[in-house]
């Protein structure tokens, strides 16, 4: 290892190693059992003598600092005013059921195939691509996406429309970047909607319009204003309500944006999880110079590859390219890689469908748990995607309902958060995508508990 110290000028060589190395020690720049260089390294890279830094070694273990032992590294011990450093990692809060939103089930990622796809990827990937990157992604993975995208979701694209980011907080704000560039001055959202949209506009200095949602999806009223420059949707599963856009809601959200040179932004965070039929389309496909489709390996494999991806109006292409130059000149090049391996090798379809089918069990389990033991608080929304929305009934109060969730270590959502301005419902927000496979029949358990005892 290499360890960076600062010898004080005016003393002997050995004092000063052994002044920084307490220093060092005290200020937990070295914590308790950090191992330490070699004498023999250390000594080459400070310019020392070895016997220097063996003496400092021997005087700091004298003092208790350091634990040496014959033929064993030299580590930071507990010693005279050392103490662990403050700045430790808290770990999560304990839970028994685990029902927080927008996660899928961790233990289910697909390790195997994903370290095959990376060694595959660093087998036949020449040196030049693991270079400066182009802003845009790996050519490879873009031509992928482009033909999974058509297969699998009906978007009409290209490669070269095709922008890699790192999920989509990071391509919403890449786009609403863009759209304030060009002079733009607000984004229309579903209300309820995701907070973290509404975050991402606002922090790029956009204002904000609120639309309706209800069963059809969000209502076209409210965007026909030319100052707006986009809408953002979630047509294929309304998030949380859980609707999907109607056919007629579709149209009339393109021809609007059509209007008023605006765009539609499609956040299709779980379009491939549909239950009840085939997933429907992506809305891109009826308008693919109007609408920004936008989407990640969130939910479909995990959130921590810090994978999404932009399919662009042409129009939008150079600046939104220009926005990710800006923010971070790239997205991780062996990740894009592997997924591109994943997708062209056909693994990451099957570990789609094996999640459809078992993510399907988890909604039907749940929703038979509700009718049994809560049949006034119904599951809203069609059956899709990793979560579900429950609505109270009058008397059951979503605050208390939380505050007894969280006494019993259950993690849940509360619909409050989704809401732009006064909540218009009350109600909770079950990811029951998050549990990992063995644990979720016992969480349901709890939940039910919870349910019963609430009303």
């Known amino acids: 290892m290499d ?9 002997g ?3 000063a190693l052994e002044h920084a190395l307490r220093e060092a020690i005290r200020d937990n720049r070295l914590a308790p059992g950090e191992r330490l260089p070699s004498s023999r390294a250390l000594a080459g890279q400070l310019g020392l003598a070895r016997g220097t830094v063996v003496e400092a070694y021997t ?24 103490s662990p450093g403050t700045a430790t990692v808290s770990a999560p809060s304990r ?48 031509t992928e996406l482009a033909g999974y995208l058509g297969r699998a979701r009906g978007v009409l694209t290209t490669p070269e429309r095709i922008v890699v980011c790192s999920g989509f907080t990071q391509g919403l704000r890449l786009v609403c970047d863009a759209l304030a560039g060009a002079g733009r001055r607000s ?42 420059a986009a809408v953002l949707l979630t047509p294929a599963h309304q998030a949380p309500w859980g609707a999907t856009l109607s056919a007629d809601r579709r149209a009339e959200f393109v021809r609007l944006a059509a209007a008023h040179g605006a765009y539609v932004i499609e956040d299709d965070y779980d379009g491939e999880f549909r239950y009840d039929r085939h997933p429907v389309g992506a809305l891109q496909g009826l308008a693919p110079e109007r609408v920004i489709y936008a989407g990640s390996a969130s939910k479909s494999l995990a959130p921590g590859l810090r994978l999404g991806w932009l399919a662009l109006p042409a129009d939008l292409v150079d600046a939104v390219v220009e926005a ?6 790239g997205t991780d090049i062996l990740a894009q890689l592997a997924l591109a391996e994943l997708i062209e090798s056909g693994a990451l379809d099957r570990h789609i469908r094996r ?24 599951l809203q929304g069609i059956a899709a995607g990793l979560h579900a929305v429950l609505l109270l009934p009058e008397g059951v109060s979503e605050a208390d309902l939380l ?15 989704f809401w732009h301005g006064p909540p218009k419902a009350e109600g909770i927000v079950v990811g029951y995508g998050t549990p990992a496979e063995h644990e979720y029949p016992r969480a349901l358990g709890h939940l039910g508990k919870l349910l019963t005892d609430s009303g």
């Open 187 to 228: 984004i229309a959202v579903e209300n309820p909607g995701l907070p973290d949209h509404r975050a991402t506009i606002a922090a790029s200095g956009l204002d904000i319009l609120p639309l309706g949602v209800d069963s059809d999806g969000a209502q076209p009223a409210g965007f026909a204003a030319a100052s707006i």
């Open 355 to 378: 999640m459809r089918r078992r993510y399907r069990q988890r909604r039907d389990a749940l929703a038979a748990v509700v009718a049994r033991v809560a049949p006034r608080m119904p």
């Open 59 to 82: 005087q700091l273990a004298a003092e208790g600092y350091l634990r040496s032992r014959q033929g064993a590294v030299t580590e930071v011990a507990r010693g005279p005013g050392i």
């Open 13 to 15: 060589r050995r004092t």
């Open 324 to 329: 990710k130059r800006r923010a971070d000149r």
């Open 403 to 417: 505050a007894a969730a969280r006494q019993r270590e259950i993690s849940l959502t509360g619909l409050a958060p």
């Open 95 to 142: 839970v028994v059921a685990d029902f927080r939103l927008g996660r899928p089930d961790l233990s289910m990622f697909p390790r195997a195939e994903w370290l095959r796809a990376l060694r595959r990827a660093l087998h036949v990937t020449p040196h030049a691509e693991l270079g400066p990157l182009d802003p845009r992604g790996a050519p490879r993975l873009r």
């Open 3 to 11: 360890l960076h110290l600062e010898l004080p000028p005016g003393r």
